[in-house]
T-cell receptor
Framework: NAGVTQTPKFRILKIGQSMTLQCTQD?????MYWYRQDPGMGLKLIYY???????DKGEVPNGYNVSRSTTEDFPLRLELAAPSQTSVYFC????????????FGQGTRLTVV | GQQLNQSPQSMFIQEGEDVSMNCTSS?????WLWYKQDPGEGPVLLIA?????ELTSNGRLTAQFGITRKDSFLNISASIPSDVGIYFC???????????FGTGTRLQVTL
């Protein structure tokens, strides 16, 4: 039972490079989320999706893009990496609209130098 | 945006002691959640609270949804070494879909 799987676990990017953080879930959840966690801070919502083909901005969407072509996958794209995007990124999914039973992946630690 | 303030920021306690932490907001929430994050892992849901005044237990953990709907409390009784981690509160408003997380309480348990 894999749950929410994120890849890669670690990545170092140079300023201006682009990359895609992958997230997939096998629980048939409609709701999926991307959060970032800065050192000593809580999680801030970047983007979320309530179903395939539907995405919306969260609290800190600038510098990121997402797509949701399938129920299972919710990739997060960084087009022009900046040092301010150095963070740990978490993907999560939930079945209910309330998002209460959210299951989190193990995170991707991204450093932009 | 909405902010959740957690206190204390960190705690150092001895094994066997009870722990209390709280979370306050300037806004009303309809649902309060408590998560635990172990090092290198994603948060794991501990307790969910759905109505004002609700008191819910999960083993040695007890959480309460404040009457004003602007706060919540988490208590851990008889702490053990595996309680070490960061505890986050999170609130959900009626618009749903978007959880607001607190800044976390880091718990250290000494033998």
């Amino acid at each position: 039972n894999a749950g929410v799987t994120q890849t890669p676990k670690f990545r170092i990017l140079k300023i201006g490079q682009s990359m895609t953080l992958q997230c997939t879930q096998d629980m048939n959840h409609n709701y999926m989320y991307w959060y970032r966690q800065d050192p000593g801070m809580g999680l801030k919502l970047i983007y979320y999706s309530v179903g395939a083909g539907i995405t919306d901005k969260g609290e800190v969407p600038n510098g990121y893009n997402v797509s949701r072509s399938t129920t299972e996958d919710f990739p997060l794209r960084l087009e022009l990496a900046a040092p301010s995007q150095t963070s740990v990124y978490f993907c999560a999914s939930s079945y209910s609209q309330a998002g209460t039973e959210a299951f989190f992946g193990q995170g991707t630690r991204l450093t932009v130098v | 945006g909405q902010q959740l303030n957690q206190s204390p920021q960190s705690m150092f306690i001895q094994e066997g002691e009870d722990v209390s932490m709280n979370c306050t907001s300037s806004s009303i929430f309809n649902t309060w959640l408590w998560y635990k994050q172990d090092p290198g892992e994603g948060p794991v849901l501990l307790i969910a609270l759905y109505k004002a005044g609700e008191l819910t237990s999960n083993g040695r953990l007890t959480a309460q949804f404040g009457i004003t709907r602007k706060d919540s409390f988490l208590n851990i009784s008889a702490s053990i070494p595996s309680d070490v981690g960061i505890y986050f509160c999170a609130g959900l408003t009626g618009t749903a879909s978007k959880l607001t997380f607190g800044t976390g309480t880091r718990l250290q348990v000494t033998l």
